[in-house]
């Protein structure tokens, strides 16, 4: 259709963010479901039924009536709000990357996809990369084409990060890890010359009952509202969102390590309290939900990292662990637990590692992802590459592919750009925790009584409550100045020298 | 479109109702995820969700290319095979009908029935009658209305009965009830006047969390199999069933009655025996599912009381139900617990009532919806009638509307005319037994050995395996003759006078 006002353009879009919004709400509480509660033996009918459903969602997304909206307010915009100014810019990006992949190209990806997850858990059951080699090569071949319709004068894999953090570039990345190796493999090294935590008692029995009592109050410490988000188990953590009074998390309970749930309770909680903090106002709108995977990564690692493995939390919560769990704990003290969670050591799984080694992780995934894209390293030679980088970055030996490049889900789900969003996310919020301190003072004291209210308080103003209505590093900026990694640095360096006593 | 092909058409007609099939398994599973595991203050975003669905599977049932589909091959319905021909006659049933209901009220109930939903939940709650009146006089107004619309020249009240039970009417139904109140009235003054039955053991206290170990072994008993059907927890227990591979059923449990989750476990276990045996052929198409609710209620019930409240089935099940329960029920035997759980004793509540009084709370609620939807009851007026009619059916004083007319779920989810299937079925059930005894001898023995393989065996040949593919009544008589209410007043008069050795 023509329009005639802005008004009525304005209604269509709007009316067309709900639809898209209500398709992503089933689908989302179908997965969740799938994840959580389904039987087992329903996933065939499931497939049929999301199949089906995103089908309609991808016709919603490169419906010609969207396009014809967008046309006629981009020709208004003067006439725009800011908000809805963004959701023209936000919706016109997704419209003009979808339509610009052949329909049948983007269903022979999809296909590849479906195809490639089911090779992937079974080579890496059967520690067999070269059953997942074609898949992998036909992926990467894929994204590299893709990268190309959605921006021809970008190199391919910044066109592929630009996707998951909008502006991020291999110019910016670059220095970025260099700073992060310069700081962290040192510190690394001068840990393996000092004596070792004892995080033994970690590993004692610690009855999932009694850990699912910990959970909720870590979450109530959180200040996490379980009217508008539940908490679920499943093998793999997750956080999904459908609005602001909608939000499910999972974790998973490991009866001899209770950091894992822990951890994961507080890492998932965050990236919640990000999408529970969102104004209403972006509720069914495309601005719903946040910035970008680095800064919903930045708002998880925050309350996992800075708070839940700071001296403060852990002074908070230790005598509620303790009451829980009064044998496990009979002969560990606060001091003692505060070190246990926070031993650094170099390991072979990424979602294992701790804060200190965990960007190596990244680092790895980074450069294969670069090389691969940009066709300087061949698929068949990634276990040789993957094992080389996590001898060179952390100084172990991989022994098999399962708990080497096999390890993530990532590359067989098509997500290629995807990984850096994670280190960043960590930098993100050491910056950030400088800024706030700088606003509000010392918040840890805070924190010791058990009191996140200043902190997420903090957060809810200068991130939350703007969903994705501003840029992520246009938000970023607005709150924390120009990036500087070195926050980030600084804060290990600080951090560990302190925790090891290094010289 | 114009057709050339039946082929062409039949190829429509299976994607129409494939995607169907795909909107109510979403609506389907995002109603389960709201009454299990959905945060409570999650509702409104799931009513605008489910507002936009149904529209859009509104817009699906009434589709003009559906009407040129059926248009078509009821021209050429010889060429068609019986599930093609069957299918046509339903979904022009359905086209017929909805066609008759304006988008727009059709879209503002599903709206109406997702806020009902959760208003009747914390009125219940409150015991606050009024601040549910409002929801329950727009759905009473609004089944008024579509039933207008539904069947102009029927009774408003026959033509709901007749969207749960093809056919069924209040001429019907009114001698039926009448039959019942002959019979079981008599009985239960007769009961009155001989020793009660001692059931004080059920009220001892029974941990939730063994009783969760109860259901597991019932649904093994009764043949379940998980990797189909899963059993979580709500206030009310229902059942869902999206296709013959993906069923859930609930339960509910208090900690001084084990007898409400167990035979609730197997009520619904029931339901989900039929959805469960329905044949392949029958996934995402019109004919997915039970016949009616009528023929639905009689496979629970025949497994809730006809199996799970005879004398072998608790032979069966009494050791595990000992073994589990060893302090509670030490000085019980099986006899003792077989009298327990068959006590009749007019109650409030309808879900926990006995066999005997069952089909006096169903008597009543088809009074007060007679009078509703006739219009000679005001909604305001629905508490004191309830509780008049109680003491008259029942002989029992209501004390407040929680476990009064605010008990039941279902005016609050529009199922107006669908509690008569449940007396229905019962009476189903008691011919099905006759004609199951008839077929295979007597089936207890088996029973008694806690192998029911026989009688599930019997229902899916006769009953489950063919899902909606017959009319109710069709199916019935074709298995069992002409429907005959005596059965049922006999198999309760000859079980409650042995039970209470009445003259």
């Given amino acids: 259709m023509k329009y005639e006002s802005v008004n009525q353009a304005l209604e269509d879009l709007r009316k067309h963010q709900q639809t898209v919004s209500a398709y992503q709400h089933a689908m989302?509480?179908?997965?969740?479901?799938?994840?959580?509660?389904?039987?087992?033996?329903?996933?065939?009918?499931?497939?049929?039924?999301?199949?089906?459903?995103?089908?309609?969602?991808?016709?919603?997304?490169?419906?010609?009536?969207?396009?014809?909206?967008?046309?006629?307010?981009?020709?208004?915009?003067?006439?725009?709000d800011p908000q809805q100014k963004r959701q023209v810019e936000v919706l016109r990006k997704g419209f003009d990357e979808t339509r610009k992949i052949p329909a049948q190209e983007f269903v022979e990806y999809c296909v590849l996809l479906n195809d490639a997850q089911a090779a992937w858990e079974k080579a890496k059951l059967e520690n067999d990369f070269d059953a997942f080699a074609p898949f992998l090569e036909k992926i990467m071949a894929t994204n590299r084409r893709f990268a190309g319709y959605y921006n021809p004068?970008?190199?391919?894999?910044?066109?592929?990060?630009?996707?998951?953090?909008?502006?991020?570039?291999?110019?910016?990345?670059?220095?970025?890890?260099?700073?992060?190796?310069?700081?962290?493999?040192?510190?690394?090294?001068?840990?393996?010359?000092?004596?070792?935590?004892?995080?033994?008692?970690?590993?004692?029995?610690?009855?999932?009952?009694?850990?699912?009592?910990?959970?909720?109050?870590?979450?109530?410490?959180?200040?996490?509202?379980?009217?508008?988000?539940?908490?679920?188990?499943?093998?793999?953590?997750?956080?999904?969102?459908?609005?602001?009074?909608?939000?499910?998390?999972?974790?998973?309970?490991?009866?001899?390590?209770?950091?894992?749930?822990?951890?994961?309770?507080?890492?998932?909680?965050?990236?919640?309290?990000?999408?529970?903090?969102?104004?209403?106002?972006?509720?069914?709108?495309?601005?719903?939900?946040?910035?970008?995977?680095?800064?919903?990564?930045?708002?998880?690692?925050?309350?996992?990292?800075?708070?839940?493995?700071?001296?403060?939390?852990?002074?908070?919560?230790?005598?509620?662990?303790?009451?829980?769990?009064?044998?496990?704990?009979?002969?560990?003290?606060?001091?003692?637990?505060?070190?246990?969670?926070?031993?650094?050591?170099?390991?072979?799984?990424?979602?294992?590692?701790?804060?200190?080694?965990?960007?190596?992780?990244?680092?790895?995934?980074?450069?294969?992802?670069?090389?691969?894209i940009g066709g300087t390293l061949e698929v068949r030679d990634v276990p040789k590459e993957w094992n080389r980088l996590y001898k060179e970055y952390l100084g172990v030996e991989v022994p098999n592919d399962t708990v080497g490049c096999l390890q993530d889900t990532h590359w067989a789900s098509g997500l290629v750009g995807y990984f850096p969003s994670y280190a960043l996310g960590s930098a993100y919020g050491a910056q950030m925790l400088e800024k706030m301190q700088a606003d509000l003072g010392d918040v840890f004291a805070d924190v010791a009584n058990g009191d996140l209210s200043k902190v997420t308080g903090w957060l809810k103003e200068h991130i939350h409550r703007h969903a994705s209505f501003k840029k992520p590093g246009q938000l970023f900026e607005e709150v924390c100045g120009e990036f500087d990694a070195s926050c980030f640095t600084d804060y290990l360096t600080k951090k560990y020298t302190e925790l090891y006593n290094l010289k």
């Fill in 28 to 80: 989302g509480v179908m997965n969740v479901d799938a994840s959580t509660a389904a039987p087992k033996g329903s996933w065939e009918g499931r497939g049929q039924t999301m199949g089906i459903l995103s089908e309609i969602a991808y016709q919603l997304d490169t419906d010609p009536r969207l396009d014809e909206m967008l046309t006629f307010l981009e020709a208004h915009m003067q006439e725009l």
């Fill in 153 to 372: 004068s970008l190199a391919p894999y910044d066109a592929l990060l630009d996707r998951y953090e909008e502006g991020l570039t291999m110019a910016a990345l670059d220095p970025f890890f260099e700073k992060l190796r310069a700081a962290i493999v040192p510190l690394i090294a001068k840990i393996q010359q000092v004596p070792q935590i004892d995080d033994s008692f970690l590993h004692r029995h610690y009855p999932v009952e009694t850990q699912r009592r910990f959970s909720d109050y870590l979450m109530e410490v959180m200040g996490i509202d379980r009217s508008y988000c539940t908490l679920a188990e499943t093998e793999h953590p997750f956080t999904s969102g459908f609005n602001n009074k909608d939000v499910r998390i999972t974790t998973h309970y490991h009866a001899d390590d209770p950091s894992a749930s822990m951890f994961s309770v507080i890492h998932e909680g965050g990236h919640a309290l990000y999408e529970l903090g969102g104004d209403d106002c972006y509720n069914f709108t495309v601005l719903q939900g946040g910035a970008s995977m680095g800064i919903h990564e930045s708002q998880s690692r925050f309350y996992e990292n800075i708070i839940g493995r700071s001296r403060a939390f852990i002074h908070a919560i230790f005598p509620r662990a303790k009451e829980l769990f009064p044998e496990q704990l009979a002969d560990v003290d606060e001091e003692m637990f505060y070190r246990a969670v926070n031993k650094a050591q170099p390991s072979l799984i990424r979602t294992m590692a701790d804060e200190l080694t965990y960007a190596n992780h990244i680092m790895i995934r980074y450069e294969m992802e670069k090389q691969l």
